[in-house]
């Protein structure tokens, strides 16, 4: 058996589509099909159903799909490391980040590429539950979001710093210059709000459940650049953590005064994976970014 095959059969599962799969894989589609033939004789298994309509994957080609994906991660593993002994920083690192940690990206991602010219960065903007869906497939190296409530025993969360919740406006509106405000409160304003699934938003529904609040929400949004937009010319307020603003021009955070309105921004990765070189500087970079410990203030404020 050889990693090629696996490689072949893995895109063949994934487009389900001999000709789609050739075409990705750079190949003639009689090479793919004679590539699968001779893995499925080896395994002495039928992987796929073939007829003239569609293709679809057996049994055995269900149970293969994630030992295929191991084997494959540990090969480039095994390269990335022996690569890294030259103790040269090459190849592509892949970082999987959700929507409020845009602004804390950046700095860390201009200075990595000035310093590190030789790794290319993919970097994939999503939600938690998508990421670290990627994070468990290895096709992410680390994921920087957010401690989620529930517990997964596959991911380890190295803590970065410490974080609230806020009701996000523009520089002119009447809460700009209030130290904190109360759910309360909140209940008077028009909300635009993040859509149901992002952290934010679950911080929120976790920490108005069970109350007596009613909100008027206008607007949900899944996309933070559309709502700083909205609320820089509205009067609209949506609620995200502080750190989701830091350096966003004319807009403000103003703390929600209510218990449990901690939120850990963490690095997250598979628990005794292996790390990339790389991914290791990225993450000590991060650490030391001006984003960061502006983030490690803001609760002192």
Do not use: W
């Amino acid at each position: 058996m050889e990693i090629r095959q696996l490689k072949y059969f893995l895109k063949l599962a994934e487009t389900l589509n001999f000709s789609e799969a050739s075409r990705e894989l750079f190949i003639t589609q009689s090479t793919l099909s004679q590539q699968i033939l001779n893995l499925e004789r080896e395994l002495d298994q039928q992987l796929f159903i073939r007829n003239s309509h569609e293709v679809v994957l057996t049994e055995a080609g269900h149970l293969l799909v994630p030992m295929a994906r191991e084997s494959i991660h540990a090969v480039d593993n095994c390269l990335q490391q022996m690569q890294e002994l030259k103790h040269l920083l090459t190849g592509e690192l892949n970082i999987g980040v959700t929507y409020s940690f845009s602004s804390i990206m950046a700095e860390t991602m201009i200075d990595f590429l000035k310093k590190y010219p030789k790794v290319k960065l993919n970097v994939c903007y999503s939600s938690m539950a998508d990421l670290i869906d990627k994070l468990q497939r290895h096709e992410l190296d680390f994921v920087l979001a957010f401690k989620p409530s529930e517990r997964n025993d596959r991911i380890e969360s190295q803590v970065l710093f410490n974080n609230r919740l806020a009701a996000i406006v523009n520089e002119h509106h009447t809460l700009a210059k209030e130290k904190s405000i109360t759910l309360e409160q909140l209940e008077r304003y028009c909300l635009a709000m993040p859509a149901k699934g992002l952290q934010a938003r679950n911080a929120f529904d976790k920490v108005t459940d069970h109350t007596d609040h009613h909100y008027k929400i206008k607007v949900e949004i899944n996309t933070i650049g559309l709502l700083f937009k909205l609320v820089s010319q509205t009067k609209y307020v949506t609620v995200l953590s502080e750190s989701t603003v830091i350096d966003e021009p004319g807009l403000r955070a103003i703390p929600i005064d209510v218990p449990g309105n901690d939120m850990e921004g963490c690095i997250h990765t598979l628990k005794n994976g292996y790390m990339k070189a790389s991914a290791r500087e990225f993450i000590h970079m991060l650490g030391q970014s001006t984003a960061i410990l502006k983030n490690s203030t803001l609760k002192g404020m």
